[in-house]
């Protein structure tokens, strides 16, 4: 009895197996997400950003209320090859590292760059790195989605 | 020298410092910057080039071209990533194919405005001069009005006064042809273009045509003593002025009358008309009289086809007196009319008839071929052999009858 149950159980796991086996699987790899330039970006009243360029708008608030400012007049973002999006600003003091998700922006790493805030950031695309320069002080860092390099 | 070595130490580590800033500058730059900025001197120099409106304006823009390709040569794959599906070469590319067209541009432009500026001073000297030649007429006019009295002196001036006429004719027409030659090949962009550069005109060449037929109009109605040969030469000026206004009409009063072409065109038509009106009321009456003074009597005529047919109606029907009648009397008439038409009418009026299409050549050919029959119809016939003839058989009547009586 307890053979034919576990015979029983062997043919469906085997079954759920092939089944799942059938779906869709098709992977591609080595995709480069890596957007050359930075899209400099005026968030609307609603503090929603949008960039035409590429296509992506989301609201700033969250990342606003993070560095305890009221408002940016520009949003720097950019977007690695592993598509991690990189987003900064004027007055901040870190970096926002966000990986795109189903209608989201999940917070990946928040990278502090200075506790003084960056006075006039960029963000340039340097190959496997971002780098972030500041216009202000002359100051260069280079990041990816895990921290400080 | 102490002093010297320091000051050329410090130098040294001052300008050391401003390369390293100035690299450490260079370095820190942002690439959106580098794109933006590319974008911005792109811009403005293809603003300069588009508003450029002289060679002057466009003397650095060829330099500054140059920089920016090598200044940004070394970001090319950033801009093309930045500007697709524009790219960095393409926009080069575009600002030295703007800066090519608009150096065409400017050249023909500027060839315009020293067109314009050389028409200019052409219709002012156009203008001195028909003004002198209208005081010397003017003047000529007055003398022979007041010299009445002598013949020979009188005769003088009114051949001085045709000359001058003729003269004026001959230059009104030469400066029109210059102007024909100007302007009939100018396409229509072009054409746009001097109407821009006329407007600066004080009197452009469409008021100078308008006021030229304006005064040969007055000059026809208000001229009632002129003889046939200086009408004739009036209608032979209109039928210049028609002919060259066809050609030249439309074009020249779209260039230079742009914002009413077709009412300025019908204007200079209608002066045209006018004139031709006011030198029809005259020339057939004169040409009437002056065959008329020479005994001629023509039948009526009040156009150039009548005038033709009158004529050819005069020659058939003294033909045909001269083949019924054959008297002296008409060969003096066919005299009289060959006389004047060979001598006055063919050599004096003849160009003239032509070049106002008052009689054709082959007109003038069918009266030649016609005075031929009325010479053959005119001379009068012998009546010689007839009274030799009757003499003879007279003669031989009476031998016979001599004979015949002897027998």
Not at chain 1, 102 to 107: M, P, Q, T
Request: proline letters at 2%; aromatic letters at 8%.
């Amino acid at each position: 009895m307890a053979k034919s149950k576990l015979l029983t159980l062997f043919i469906s796991v085997a079954l759920m197996i092939s089944v799942s086996a059938c779906g869709p699987s098709l992977v591609i790899s080595n995709v480069d997400y890596a957007q050359p330039i930075e899209s400099v970006i005026s968030p609307d009243a609603d503090n929603i950003a949008t960039d035409e360029r590429y296509a992506i708008s989301f609201s700033v608030a969250p990342i606003l209320e993070e560095e305890n400012v009221d408002s940016a007049d520009q949003i720097r973002l950019i977007r690695n090859n592993k598509g991690y999006y990189f987003v900064t600003a004027a007055g901040f003091s870190n970096v926002y590292v966000f990986e795109p998700a189903e209608s989201e922006l999940k917070l990946k790493r928040k990278i502090e760059i200075t506790e003084n805030g960056l006075g006039q950031p960029a963000l340039n695309q340097r190959g496997d790195h971002i780098e972030v320069v500041d216009r202000a002080t002359g100051n260069t860092y280079q990041v990816n989605e895990e921290g400080r390099i | 020298m102490e002093n010297y070595m320091k000051k050329s130490l410090s130098t040294f580590f001052a300008m050391l410092l401003i390369a390293v800033s100035y690299t450490s500058v260079e370095a820190q730059q942002s690439d959106y910057e580098i794109q933006q900025e590319f974008r911005a001197e792109y811009s403005q120099l293809a603003d300069w080039i588009d508003n450029a409106v002289s060679t002057t304006d466009l003397e650095d823009i060829s330099d500054r071209i140059d920089e920016l390709e090598s200044d940004y040569r070394g970001h090319s794959d950033l801009i093309n990533a930045a500007i697709y599906p524009d790219s960095y070469q393409s926009r080069i590319d575009d600002l030295r194919s703007r800066f090519s067209a608009a150096q065409q541009n400017i050249a023909t432009i500027e060839e315009l405005n020293e067109r314009v500026e050389n028409l200019s001073t052409d219709l002012d000297d156009f203008r001195g001069q028909l003004s002198e030649m209208d005081e010397r007429a003017e003047a000529l006019q007055r003398e022979i009005r007041d010299s009445q009295a002598n013949e020979r002196r009188l005769s003088n001036l009114v051949r001085q006064y045709r000359e001058n006429v003729e003269e004026r004719d001959r230059f009104v027409g030469e400066f029109l042809e210059d102007l024909l030659s100007r302007y009939e090949s100018v396409d229509a962009s072009t054409a746009a273009e001097i109407a821009q550069a006329a407007e600066r005109l004080e009197e452009n060449p469409v008021d100078l045509v308008r006021t030229i037929l304006g005064e040969y109009v007055n000059y026809a109605n208000q001229q009632t003593d002129l003889s046939a040969p200086e009408y004739l030469s009036m209608k032979a000026q209109h039928n210049y002025f028609t002919r060259l206004w066809d050609n030249i009409g439309e074009r020249l009063t779209q260039i230079f009358d742009a914002e009413e072409p077709v009412q300025a065109y019908q204007e200079v038509r209608d002066l045209l008309a006018n004139w031709n009106s006011a030198i029809d009321n005259r020339l057939w009456g004169a040409i009437s009289n002056a065959f008329s003074q020479n005994g001629i009597e023509l039948d009526n005529f009040t156009n150039a086809s009548g005038f033709n047919n009158a004529l050819q109606s005069y020659v058939n029907d003294a033909t045909q007196t001269s083949r019924d009648q054959n008297s002296e009397e008409d060969l003096e008439r066919f005299q009289n009319f060959s006389n004047f038409w060979n001598n006055t009418v063919k050599a004096n009026w003849g160009e003239t008839l032509m070049a106002s299409e008052v009689l054709s050549y082959s007109q003038l050919a069918s009266i030649d071929s016609q005075l031929d029959d009325w010479n053959q119809a005119a001379i009068p016939t012998s009546n010689l052999m007839l009274i030799l003839f009757l003499i003879s058989v007279a003669v031989i009547i009476g031998l016979v009858v001599a004979l015949v009586r002897k027998k």
